[in-house]
C-alpha cells in the first residue's frame, strides 16, 4: 500500500505563488513517477504535471507551461509542484498520484496513476 498526502493548498491573489507538496510513504512508494491533477468547480479532472522517478523527465499541461514547475526529492518520495503567477482559472481541488508501473517516464493519464491523495484546494481569487 502507498500513502499520499498532499500540503500547501490555500487562498491566494491573482499574480501569487503557492507551492504544494506531495508526500508518499508505504512499500511501493519509493522508485514511483509521481503527477498531479486538478478538478475545477464543474470540471472534469484533468492533468497537471508529472515527473518521471529516474531521469528527472517531467510533463506539464500546456495550459501551465511556464508558470507551474514539478520536482522531486528522491529520497523524501516527495514532490513539489511549484506554481507561479497564478490565474483564477487554476482555482481547483488538486490531487497527487503515485504510477508504480514507471520510473523512467511518467503518464499525463490518470488511469495510470494507483494511488491518489485526498486532494488540496488551491483558491485563486482578489
Known amino acids: 500500500q502507498v500513502q499520499v498526502v498532499e500540503s500547501g493548498g490555500g487562498l491566494v491573489q491573482p499574480g501569487d505563488s503557492l507551492r504544494l507538496s506531495c508526500a508518499a510513504s508505504?512499500?511501493?512508494?519509493?522508485?514511483?513517477?509521481m503527477g498531479w491533477f486538478r478538478q475545477g468547480p464543474g470540471k472534469e479532472r484533468e492533468f497537471v504535471a508529472a515527473?518521471?522517478?529516474?531521469?528527472?523527465?517531467?510533463y506539464d499541461a500546456d495550459s501551465v507551461k511556464g508558470r507551474f514547475t514539478i520536482s522531486l526529492d528522491n529520497a523524501k518520495n516527495t514532490n513539489y509542484l511549484q506554481m507561479n503567477s497564478l490565474k483564477a482559472e487554476d482555482t481547483a481541488v488538486y490531487y497527487c498520484?503515485?504510477?508504480?508501473?514507471?520510473?523512467?517516464?511518467?503518464?499525463?493519464?490518470?488511469?495510470?496513476?494507483?494511488?491518489w491523495g485526498q486532494g488540496t484546494q488551491v483558491t485563486v481569487s482578489s
Open positions: 498520484a503515485v504510477d508504480r508501473s514507471r520510473v523512467r517516464t511518467a503518464s499525463m493519464t490518470s488511469q495510470s496513476y494507483d494511488y
Open positions: 508505504g512499500r511501493a512508494a519509493s522508485s514511483s513517477a
Open positions: 515527473i518521471s522517478w529516474s531521469g528527472g523527465r517531467t
